[in-house]
């Protein structure tokens, strides 16, 4: 690292998307700086789960055991109509009953243990940024200073002070509608777990622990309101009040929030040395967890990427391989979240949607489809791969047996490196593959599952999951292997 700079990368913002790219960067060999503007987390939850592909991608550094245990949730749902999510192969709807507070701070814990320097109340107000670094304004404890970097990647939220600071587009369409969220204590009210559409808009609520439900109000005609503070409680208990007739106004809520269906996304997740993950990239109506988890996705997505071109072995063109991939897949979350609002928050004019909608999720084949946009299982990159089926999709969970013994492909990435499973004992593979194994790791086993990889004899999987080739040939293996991860050590 240049000795005038104070971290390879410096990330704003302690969420779980900064948070899972610092660890990230981490595995990579890299410093980083997080800078948070909250002297210490808040410990409320907006989000109550992930999706199935966050879980594998936790599973795949291994981070799941830290969770005490998840619930995976066979069925879910699609604009507030549930169905089971088995009927794709490997799919389940994602963890349920994880409060964000709790990822975050598995996150944190990980990301410190990695070398992560995490700085609390350091709150981000300038950027600068010139042909080799960043130069970044921030307020401390202590005063105002400023921190340099080679790069610097805003994971600071909705509101992004590093997007507008950078000069970021971000199109989309304003809020149409004002909705509450509050944690109540104090009542009982009846669950509504999918939701109930009512006259005059929808509520949901959700026990979450003794006394404490979890409320959700979206009253029909109501803007959204342009908040500085944040809403009392009276506020939402009499939007409670008049969508359900139940009076709550004589409890109390241990938080309230706001939010609202407008709908962003960057036109490019890249400016020069400025980034963007998560919600400072892409901001949505909440469905299912997908925020938080397509956050997660995308710091997976560029840890790798970010932390080989700082090391100066990143092959051409491979960082902006993240914009090009997760912009992509951040487009298609919009366009799945803001088709639920409209199914599920419309008023009596979406009912003959409703209707068909509930007529088409019969069928298998769109519940498959509806499983696999919701989970992020289907999410497929655009890497060639001569028409291989398995290229450009994650690699599932899967059994080898090896001479160790017995192996899940996940375990394999826990350290964020390439992996060659060489599944037919190849010797020629290998011998390809050695000069990368600074960077790539080669496994020889044979799967218990003479199927699970569609009969490819070998395949050789990113740090973030994607398998990038599949059994065409040591020739285009090495071609694979440069375009990914780089030339080769000297012989």
């Avoid at 996304?265 to 040395?273: F, I, K, L, P």
């Avoid at 988890?293 to 710091?299: I, K, L, M, R, Y």
């Avoid at 291989?388 to 350290?415: F, I, K, M």
Wanted: with cysteine; net charge negative.
């Amino acid at each position: 690292m240049d000795a005038q700079m104070d971290a390879d990368v410096i990330v704003v913002g302690a969420g779980p998307a900064g948070l899972m790219l610092a660890g990230e960067l981490r595995l990579g060999g890299v410093s980083v700086i997080v800078a948070e503007r909250l002297a210490r987390p808040t410990g409320q939850s907006r989000g109550l789960g992930f999706t199935a592909r966050a879980m594998e991608s936790f599973d795949q550094r291994g981070l799941v055991p830290r969770f005490g245990g998840l619930e995976k949730s066979p069925m879910g749902h699609f604009g507030g109509v549930q169905f089971d999510y088995t009927v794709l192969e490997d799919a389940h709807f994602g963890a349920r009953g994880v409060p964000q507070s709790q990822t975050e701070a598995v996150l944190e814990e990980w990301a410190g243990e990695l070398g992560a320097d995490i700085r609390r109340g350091w709150e981000f107000l300038a950027l600068e940024q010139d042909g080799t670094g960043v130069t970044v304004t921030v307020a401390t404890p202590d005063g105002e200073r400023t921190l340099r970097a080679a790069y610097l990647v805003g994971a600071d939220g909705g509101h992004s002070p590093v997007r507008k600071a950078a000069g970021f587009d971000f199109p989309g369409t304003p809020a149409t509608r004002g909705m509450y969220l509050a944690d109540v204590v104090g009542c009982e009210i009846p669950p509504r777990f999918l939701g109930e559409r009512l006259p005059g808009g929808m509520v949901m609520a959700a026990p979450l622990k003794e006394g404490v439900d979890r409320i959700i109000v979206c009253e029909h005609g109501t803007p959204p309101a342009d908040r500085s503070e944040t809403p009392e409680f009276a506020e939402v208990a009499a939007a409670w009040e008049r969508l359900t007739g139940e009076d709550i106004s004589g409890g109390g809520a241990d938080w309230v929030s706001s939010f609202t269906d407008a709908t962003r996304q960057v036109t490019e997740y890249r400016r020069g040395r400025v980034l963007l993950v998560g919600d400072a990239a892409h901001i949505h109506l909440p469905a299912g967890g997908q925020g938080l988890s397509t956050g997660v996705q995308d710091a997976v997505n560029l840890g790798w990427k970010l932390a080989a071109t700082v090391q100066g072995r990143a092959p051409e063109g491979l960082l902006d391989t993240y914009h090009d991939e997760r912009h992509a897949v951040g487009a298609r979350l919009l366009m799945n979240t803001k088709a639920q609002g409209t199914v599920f928050l419309g008023g009596p004019e979406s009912q003959p949607l409703r209707d068909l909608f509930a007529e088409l999720i019969g069928l298998d084949s769109v519940k498959r489809h509806l499983a696999g946009v919701v989970s992020h299982l289907d999410v497929r990159y655009d890497l060639g791969g001569a028409g291989d089926s398995l290229v450009g999709r994650r690699l599932p969970p899967r059994a080898l047996n090896t001479a160790a013994g017995e192996v899940r492909t996940p375990e394999l990435l826990h350290a964020a490196q390439g992996v060659l499973l060489d599944l037919a004992d190849d010797s020629v593979l290998r011998e390809a593959a050695a000069r990368w194994k600074d960077r790539v790791t080669v496994v020889t086993g044979t799967p218990q599952d003479p199927a699970a990889f569609g009969g490819a004899a070998a395949v050789l999987v990113r740090p973030d999951g994607y398998v990038a080739w599949a059994d065409t040939g040591s020739a285009e293996l090495c071609a694979t292997l440069h375009r990914w991860f780089g030339a080769p050590e000297a012989r």
